[in-house]
């Protein structure tokens, strides 16, 4: 069992959706990390956080260290947020991503 | 803005050669990372250094080496490819030890071993 799981593991949305997605993890962390990895490959760092909830335009980050888990919000989804998303703790260990679709 | 650089996009290799991989960051970044990325596996640890000639092992290390002469410079060496080693290579830095630091990844590096 991976470290850090993440669900679902594809996601199809309509532009405009609000979207979820989640990542839990079995051992402690002193940061979490969302990434974005475009078709193509280029992964760019979205968020990192160890506690609360941060946001950026419209992607917002949350994690409950007591229950061990996060979520990635994205509101107003469009079809450029499509992409591959992926959750990792502490830079050592990731999940293996989720595929979000959002068609227009 | 960072600018993490790798040496090729694409690589093609035959089983048993000796490759190298570079990679360089432009912002004097004190950490970097290799991971390799792989259908079903997504993105595994396999070395970082947090300085110049210092060097730690991640989950996959087996196989590989690293090498860091200089602080904006980090390569992965393959002693002796195989084909298991077919995979997308990313490097990344962050500006230092701490765990928060936002990290900067490079382009990838899909290297095939025949």
């Known amino acids: 069992k991976n470290e850090v799981e993440q669900s679902p593991q594809n996601l199809t949305a309509q532009e405009g959706e609000f979207i979820t997605i989640n990542c839990s993890y079995s051992?402690?962390?002193?940061?979490l990390h969302w990434l974005q990895q475009h078709p193509g490959g280029g992964i760019v760092s979205l968020f990192m956080?160890?506690?609360g909830k941060k946001k950026h335009g419209r992607l917002i980050a949350t994690i409950n260290i007591q229950e061990k888990h996060s979520s990635l919000h994205i509101t107003a989804s469009h079809p450029r947020d499509s992409a591959v998303y992926i959750c990792?703790?502490?830079?050592?260990?990731f999940g293996e991503g989720t595929q979000l679709t959002v068609n227009p | 803005d960072v600018k993490v650089t790798q040496s090729s996009r694409y690589l093609v290799k035959r089983t048993g050669e000796k490759v190298f991989l570079e990679c360089v960051q432009d912002?004097?970044?004190?950490?970097m990372f290799w991971y390799r990325q792989d259908p079903g596996l997504g993105l595994r640890l396999i070395y970082f250094?947090?300085?110049?000639?210092?060097?730690e092992k991640g989950d996959i290390p087996e196989g590989y080496s690293v090498s860091r002469e200089k602080k904006e410079r980090f390569s992965l060496i393959l002693e002796s490819a195989s084909t298991n080693q077919t995979s997308m290579y990313l490097c990344?830095?962050?500006?230092?030890?701490?765990?928060?630091?936002?990290?900067?990844f490079g382009p990838g590096t899909r290297l095939t071993v025949l």
């Open positions: 051992v402690g962390i002193s940061a």
């Open positions: 912002m004097d970044h004190e950490n």
């Open positions: 990344a830095s962050s500006l230092s030890g701490g765990w928060g630091d936002t990290q900067y």
């Open positions: 956080l160890s506690s």
């Open positions: 250094s947090y300085d110049v000639k210092m060097k």
């Open positions: 990792g703790r502490s830079r050592l260990t």
